[in-house]
């Protein structure tokens, strides 16, 4: 792989993503795998895990690259990101056999089959911890992370009920997303669990 970057206007790199190009490839895997990578890593995932996890984005990429209609409304790498992380969380959640359904006001609906009692004991303790840090966040966050993680309404439905931009509502969806899940890990119970 060479050093240079072939591509800095978007709709070309699209383009020859589109084609096929090998470098092109080799440009979104140097410039995007890392974020990746260290998502799935920092959520229980390996580095084969998140090596499998990139080429299945990948391809989810490009089937939506091979519909004429598609068109990309951020950053390739942002974009990239997005269908990892529900990729990689609808994984955990099956692995784990985790229903991690909330309600309004973000308290889980149903335990999970756990085996032991200590699984139980630390699953509840981290689900109080997600409840108290939820009840934290703006109400402005907590519905728009309700509706759209929870309810899975798609965000433009979200942007007309609360008679906000759509633009608006994806930014803030995933700003919103970032902070809770950084006051969780900043949380002084969340070390113990």
């Given amino acids: 792989m060479s050093k240079e970057v072939p591509y800095t ?40 895990q998140a090596q499998d996890l990139f080429q299945e984005t990948l391809l989810v990429f490009l089937g939506k690259l091979r519909d004429p209609a598609f068109e990309l409304t951020s950053d390739v790498c942002t974009f990239l990101y997005a269908i990892a ?25 149903e335990l999970p089959d756990v085996g032991n009692l200590e699984e139980k004991k630390a699953f509840e303790e981290k689900h109080r911890l997600m409840s ?4 934290g966040i703006s109400e402005e966050c907590r519905r728009i992370i309700v509706e759209f993680y ?14 906000l931009d759509y633009q608006y509502i994806r930014v803030k969806k995933h700003r919103c997303m970032n902070d809770y899940k950084k006051r969780i890990r900043a949380h002084p119970d969340f070390k113990g669990l």
Wanted: charged share 35%; with cysteine; aromatic share 8%.
């Fill in 85 to 109: 992380q529900r990729k990689w969380w609808k994984q955990l959640r099956k692995d784990s056999r985790v229903d991690l359904t909330l309600d309004e006001q973000g308290h889980p609906t």
């Fill in 9 to 48: 206007d978007p709709k070309k790199l699209l383009e020859a993503l589109r084609r096929g190009e090998e470098r092109a490839f080799e440009q979104v895997y140097r410039s995007c795998y890392r974020q990746i990578s260290s998502m799935a890593r920092s959520n229980s995932g390996t580095e084969s």
């Fill in 150 to 163: 929870y309810q899975k309404k798609p965000l433009q439905e979200i942007a007309e009920k609360m008679g």
């Fill in 132 to 135: 108290r840090v939820f009840a």
